[in-house]
């Protein structure tokens, strides 16, 4: 380091005199920058050069880098930020990552999730349901929807609890959509019905509403019963409905219950001599390391949607 760069350095720390009896502060607020930019300029061109354009009140330079400008004339108006034209916005990206993380995912991920971020209920409800008119529920859901949502939960679980209510306002919103735009349940066909619950304990319910839109989009009679459904219950529905397919969603290791999708999945009904028992399917990554032998197990909606069209169609 030069003695010009060690001699500029103390004059900055201490706040004395540049050039023209001026303080390294009083050069800052006339010029509108910080302290630290002006003692760049110092160590860089002199302090006499920053004393003249602090004089002359020109507009600073852009950067640190940029050497001060040649003093203008006397009547020149001085430059105000409020004169400043208006920055230009930001990249849609941008705005969306800050407040999450999408990484490269569709244009429409990235504004459905500043309407959840700003708690737009109307934005958010057209960006939804646009997004499942142009590309068909699957798509929808696996490419913009389910992206955005994981993006919402890495937020939530890396912020100290902030933006649950972020996730809640997207989760409701999401359903609503699914419900407005999935078409009326069909009709039952005996033999031919598919039950869709979630496990006891288990109250994530979206992933469940989805499958069960798209199976209604597709024209199979499907019976959701929601979340957290007791035992009793799903086998009184089971027993009650003779379902060709039963689909358990566990989103947790701790819901997920081997000896409660053995036991459905040994149901029977149906006269003597033509006994029937439903195909059982375990959903959700909670089942992930639980597998029950025999029991298909979907890693996505379109390969849930598949087994059940098969399923039916037998």
């Known amino acids: 380091m030069g003695t010009h760069e060690r001699d500029g350095e103390d004059r900055g720390r201490g706040g004395g005199p540049l050039g ?16 630290t930019t002006v003692r760049t300029w110092d160590r860089r061109y002199g302090p006499d050069a920053v004393a003249l354009t602090a004089t002359a009140g020109r507009t600073a330079p852009a950067s640190p880098g940029t050497p001060p400008q ?28 800050s407040g999450l993380r999408l990484g490269d995912v569709r244009q429409e991920c990235k504004g459905i999730a500043r309407a959840a971020l700003r708690l737009d209920a109307v934005a958010l409800d057209e960006l939804l349901e646009a997004a499942i008119v142009e590309h068909g529920l699957v798509a929808a859901w696996t490419e913009v929807i389910m992206p955005t949502l994981q993006a919402v939960g890495r937020k939530w679980e890396s912020s100290g609890e902030k933006y649950v209510e972020v996730e809640h306002f997207l989760s409701w919103h999401v359903s609503g959509a699914l419900r407005r735009g999935a078409p009326p349940s069909a009709a039952d066909r005996p033999g031919a019905n598919i039950v869709l619950a979630c496990v006891p304990g288990e109250n994530h319910t979206l ?15 499907v019976r959701m019963f929601g979340g ?7 086998v009184t529905a089971v027993r009650r409905t003779g379902p060709a397919a039963v689909g358990l969603w566990a989103q947790s290791r701790t819901t997920a219950s081997r000896p409660l999708a053995q036991h459905v999945a040994a149901m029977e009904w149906g006269v003597r001599g033509a006994r029937r028992k439903p195909v059982v399917l375990t959903i959700g990554p909670g089942w992930s390391g639980r597998t029950v032998t025999g029991l298909p197990r979907p890693t996505g909606l379109a390969e849930a949607v598949a087994v059940l069209e098969s399923v039916v169609s037998r």
């Open 228 to 234: 957290a459904l007791p035992v009793e219950s799903l």
């Open 20 to 35: 023209g009896g001026l303080t390294t502060g009083e050069v800052a607020r006339r010029l509108g920058v910080a302290p």
């Open 207 to 221: 992933p469940l509403e989805v499958l069960a839109a798209a199976l209604a989009e597709r024209g199979l009679p």
């Open 70 to 97: 040649t003093p203008a004339p006397a009547q020149a108006p001085v430059r105000r930020a409020s004169d400043a034209p208006p920055l230009p916005s930001a990249p849609a990206r941008s705005r969306a990552g």
